[in-house]
């Protein structure tokens, strides 16, 4: 069974940076990536990438200020968070879906979910 265990989120003001971390206990064989979902809004993909990290997809809106990475040793996912906005406030969960090839994008659909971490950007 896939178990995700996120931590490192926060409170930041506009501007400030965030990392969050996920512990996986995915194999090789999955697809790992962020999602966040804001009060009242829908969950959005932020951040996904192949199992051994050749390929990452991001959101239009986080390009440029956040990045995915991951520690296959530790098997453990990394959300590094730069130049955070209000519009960015949200649950931020991590997740997991078996991976088929060219199925690890932001528009598939992720079925392992963690409890998720909260991320708040004040003005």
């Known amino acids: 069974q896939v178990q995700l265990a996120e931590s490192g989120g926060g409170s930041v003001q506009t501007g400030g940076s965030l990392r969050l971390s996920c512990a996986a206990s995915?194999?090789?064989?999955?697809?790992l990536g962020w999602f966040r979902q804001a009060p009242g809004k829908e969950r959005e993909g932020v951040a996904t990438?192949?199992?051994?990290?050749?390929?990452?997809y991001y959101a239009d809106s986080v390009k440029g200020r956040f990045t995915l990475s991951k520690d296959s040793v530790k098997n453990t996912l990394f959300l590094q968070m730069n130049n955070l906005k209000p519009e960015d406030t949200a649950m931020y969960y991590c997740?997991?879906?078996?991976?088929?090839?060219?199925?690890?994008?932001?528009?598939?659909?992720?079925?392992?979910w963690g409890q998720g971490t909260q991320v708040t950007v004040s003005s």
């Open positions: 997740a997991a879906r078996a991976y088929v090839p060219g199925g690890c994008a932001l528009n598939y659909k992720y079925n392992h």
């Open positions: 995915t194999t090789n064989a999955h697809c």
């Open positions: 990438t192949t199992p051994t990290g050749t390929s990452t």
